[in-house]
Every structure is written in structure tokens, then in C-alpha cells.
């Protein structure tokens, strides 16, 4: 049996986890673009007191560890790795390790779990401590902007250009790790058009059980030509969208508060707990339940 703890027992103010649904990361894996190197989980946890992670047999996912500040430790093959601050380290995929934060001074990391078929070529970078110099020549910051820009594609939604964004943008951030001698100033994408308005007016009312009448209603669209343009931007109909962006949100309650299933179910305007339950199994391949008990100690 795999030994896969977990300890955050005071939890980490300002943390933030998206885990990818299990379909999505199975279309990952098939679509021609993000087969070659794509996210399943990504995160940040700033000031991670008594954070620890124990897998005895391995991750099925590449893990890239970034400490911003403060200091941790990453146990491989037996061989103990001191983190501190500007360092980035990779766990192999498939190998025995444990990481943790140091309890007089607790890390504070950007974390990412990988797959792909191309994640071999980044192998050079893999399994050995990284030293980011955050002078400016470096652009230290584009990197940190970079994460953010893959972290807020992925919080509105899972359409697959957003998913493809992602891996363009994973394989960058690997590059400017590999060849930081070669690696340029980036300048993140802003997009700004009617789709992420939608998107933001969605995100802003998980919470309001909106129709698909009232978001047409709010842009001054007919339902039709709505879901035809948001179709055609995101290959998603917009209720679907939005019922992937509330189990999101459900994820982020069950990982990072203490509120009941029913609490969560009611929140976010199912039925009951039973249909809530069922569809977030449906999504994420786990019941509330078993979730909650892998991503929260």
C-alpha cells in the first residue's frame, strides 16, 4: 500500500491548490499539444509550518518544489536535500521521497505536479538543487509572474486552450530553468475580451445558482448566440463551464475549510448532498469524502 501522508495541521494562510480533474488530465494526455508535458496539480503555500509529505512508493508525477523564502528539506533515494530560499528541486517521477518544512523556519513554495512524454528533456534539471539568482538580470520575477499566469488560466476553467496555454507555458518556465543563461524577459498574456468577462462574472457567482438567462441577460446577448461564442472560444457550452468552475471551488472548500459536505452541497446550489456528491465523483474520479481525507489532514 502506498504511504501517502499529508500534515498541514495549522494550516497556511493564503494557500491555494487547483487539482486537476481526472478527465481533464486523461484529455491531457490524448490531445496532440499537451501530451508533451501538462499540469495535474499546481499550488502555492506561503509560510507552510509543519508542512510534510511521505510517499514511500513515489509519485506517478514529476514535482517541481520552488521555495520563495524560509527553509525545508527533500528526502530522495536516501539522500536528504536542504531547501532554502531561491532554490528549486524536481522529484522524479515513480521515486521514494519525503519533504518538509523547516519548524524555526517554515518554507513558503510555489509547487507543481507534471506529466508528459517530453518530460524527459528536461532531465539535466531534474533530481538536483537549483539556484535561482533573483538578480534582475535573471528575471526572477517573469518567472514568479509566469506560475501566475499558468495558476489564473487554470482557475477559469479547463477549456482546451487554456489547457494548451498551460503547457506551452510549463514548458517555458522548464526552459528558463534548463537554459538560464539563454532565458529572456517574458511579458505575461493579458487577454481581455468577452469570453473572460463571462468567465469573471461565472467565477464572481458560484455562490448565486445563475441561469444561463441571466448571464445572457447581464452581457445583452440571446442565449443562443452566447452559447455559440462561447462554444466556439472555449469548446465548452457555458453551464457546462460553470458547473466545472463550482466543482473547482468545491475542491478549494474541501482542502481548505473545515465546512460540512452538506455545507459545501448547499453553498453551491445542488440539490442535496447526494447529487453533490454524485457529480463531484463523476468530475474527479473520488467522492467528497475520500478527496478531503487526501488533500486535508
Known sequence: MIRDTDVMAEGFKGEKAIVLPYSVCNYQAQNNITSKLYITHIGYYPNAKKHYRDRQEGCAEYILIFCENGHGWIKQNEIT??????????????????????????????????????????????????????????KHNDRLQLFESIYQNLEMGYSPENLEYTSFCLQYFLASVKYSAQYKESNPIKVDNIIQDIILFMKDNLENNISLDEIASHFNYSKSHLINLFKQKTSYPPMVYYNQLRMQRACSYLQFTLLKIKEIAFKLHFYDPFHFSNAFTKEMKMSPQDYRRMYQK
Do not use: C, M, V
Request: glycine fraction near 6%; avoid cysteine.
Open 81 to 138: 536535500y536542504n531547501i532554502s530560499r531561491n532554490d528549486l528541486y524536481i522529484i522524479p517521477k515513480n521515486t521514494t521521497h519525503s519533504y518538509g518544512s523547516r519548524a524555526n523556519d517554515p518554507w513558503s513554495i510555489y509547487w507543481i505536479h507534471f506529466q508528459g512524454t517530453e518530460a524527459s528533456l528536461f532531465e539535466n534539471i531534474i533530481g538536483q538543487i537549483i539556484h535561482i539568482n533573483d538578480a534582475h538580470t535573471n
